[in-house]
């Protein structure tokens, strides 16, 4: 039963441009939440997807947006990249809008902009 | 707005020794959260707390909520070393799921 998988693991982008990350949860998981992890902190929410709309948003701009397709795996894009940017980009699946418990997390996507 | 804070951020502790960290938040919550990370990892899941006085165990790891004090600590017993990490504890509020800064827990031998 494979978890939730992120890709890449790994990325380089110059200020300016543009990322997508992607993430599939885990089987059987209907509900993906996005997170900015810098480095020596703490995950910081940006926002969650159920039932291929936005339930809730965290404090980060538009250029944050998002994407959940019908077989529930999702995308984050950044537009217009910061050096701030810089971190490591966590997904989470959980089953029933997370009302229901645990929130399995991926290995990560790490994003520098240079 | 919801804030979470955890105390202590740092703590260093000898193998063999007890110690508790501390979640504290500030409004109600629908549960909490605590996970593990490992440098350079995800997030391990180690609890789930959904109501008050919910208490469970894993191991070494105690962890218990107090939804009325707005509380929740993970309690560490007889230390070893392969339970350096650093520590989170997370609170949902409305969907929101919001995090403290962590425990940056290092054990000695």
């Known amino acids: 039963d494979a978890g939730v998988t992120q890709s890449p693991t790994h990325l380089i982008k110059t200020r300016g441009q543009q990322v997508t990350l992607r993430c599939s949860p885990k089987?059987?998981?209907?509900?993906v939440s996005w997170y900015q992890q810098a480095l020596g902190q703490g995950p910081q929410f940006i926002f969650q997807?159920?039932?291929?709309?936005?339930?809730q948003r965290g404090n980060f701009p538009d250029r944050f947006s998002g994407h959940q397709f019908p077989n529930y795996s999702s995308e984050l894009n950044v537009n217009a990249l910061l050096l701030g940017d810089s971190a490591l980009y966590l997904c989470?699946?959980?089953?029933?809008?997370?009302?229901?418990?645990?929130?399995?997390f991926g290995e990560g996507s790490r994003l520098t902009v240079l | 707005e919801l804030k979470v804070e955890q105390n202590p951020l740092f703590l260093s502790m000898q193998e063999g020794k007890n110690y508790t960290i501390y979640c504290n938040y500030s409004?109600?919550?629908?549960?909490l959260y605590w996970y593990r990370q490992d440098p350079g990892k995800s997030l391990e899941s180690l609890f789930v707390?959904?109501?008050?006085?919910a208490v469970k165990q894993e191991g070494r790891l105690m962890a218990s909520l107090d939804t009325k004090a707005r509380l929740s600590t993970l309690h560490i017993t007889a230390a070893v070393h392969d339970l350096s990490a650093t520590y989170f504890c997370a609170v949902v509020r409305d969907d929101k799921i919001i995090f403290g800064k962590g425990t940056r827990l290092h054990i000695l031998p």
């Open positions: 997807y159920y039932e291929e709309e936005e339930r």
């Open positions: 989470a699946s959980s089953l029933n809008g997370g009302n229901t418990g645990e929130l399995f």
């Open positions: 089987s059987g998981h209907d509900t």
């Open positions: 409004t109600t919550s629908d549960r």
């Open positions: 707390l959904l109501s008050n006085g």
